[in-house]
């Protein structure tokens, strides 16, 4: 296993359309993480899950996002009815309880 | 509200001299930072971290420096190399070492001059 991988790395969307994206983390971490990272920003946390419970959801952005890890493995962020400011980097990151966090190549999303 | 701040943008350095990248911090129940190293098309990448029981850490050529008093920490590289040129990012966290949510500040980019 070489690190966290993350699909697909680049997406081009229609306003409105709804868009999913799938990180694989270390197979021997049992944390995930999402993040968002806008132009010029640092990474900004979205969720993160321990096994497949979800530990912190406040931090979503909005009701149009969600995120699962159903059997503890690979995770899923799903955005619906995306809209232009959605643009942005979406980077997952694992680890394991007491380590730090090794992050993916990110998704870059693009909203028409 | 930064609770994380990186007031630096960017910083040029001559090739073999020491870089010295700050970062300030707001919140109070920040107890572990840690220094991310971000190139382009890729994700961030772990350097060094600190736990907020101790002042300074080392590995290799990276040194972090906190002083919790003054809420600040400092990353400091010597010597610089061409290949630390990068976007440096500061991190913290509350009460769970670096294993859960972190707060990033925006970022220093670092340019290495030969």
């Known amino acids: 296993d070489t690190g966290v991988s993350q699909d697909p790395r680049h997406k081009i969307t229609k306003r409105g359309q709804n868009v999913t994206f799938r990180c694989d983390p270390i197979s021997e971490h049992n944390r995930l993480y999402w993040y968002r990272q806008t132009l010029g920003q640092g990474p900004e946390f979205l969720t993160y899950?321990?096994?497949?419970?979800?530990?912190?959801k406040s931090r979503l952005l909005s009701d149009r996002f969600s995120a699962e890890r159903p059997k503890g493995s690979f995770s899923t962020l799903e955005i619906q009815r995306t809209e232009q400011g959605d643009s942005a980097m979406y980077l997952c990151?694992?680890?394991?309880?007491?380590?730090?966090?090794?992050f993916g190549p990110g998704t870059r999303l693009t909203v028409l | 509200d930064q609770q994380v701040k990186q007031n630096s943008p960017s910083l040029s350095v001559q090739e073999g001299r020491i870089s010295i990248l700050n970062c300030d911090y707001t919140?109070?129940?920040?107890?572990?930072f840690l220094w991310y190293k971000k190139y382009p098309a890729e994700g961030p990448t772990f350097l060094i971290s600190i736990s907020s029981i101790k002042d300074k850490n080392e590995d290799g050529r990276f040194t972090v420096f906190l002083n919790k008093s003054a809420k600040h920490l400092s990353l400091h590289i010597v010597p610089s190399q061409p290949g630390d040129s990068a976007v440096y990012f500061c991190a913290a966290s509350e009460g769970g070492g670096g294993a859960d949510g972190l707060t990033f500040g925006k970022g220093t980019h670092l340019i290495i001059q030969p």
């Open positions: 919140n109070s129940m920040f107890d572990y």
């Open positions: 990151a694992s680890s394991s309880l007491l380590d730090e966090q090794f």
């Open positions: 899950f321990q096994n497949e419970a979800q530990l912190e």
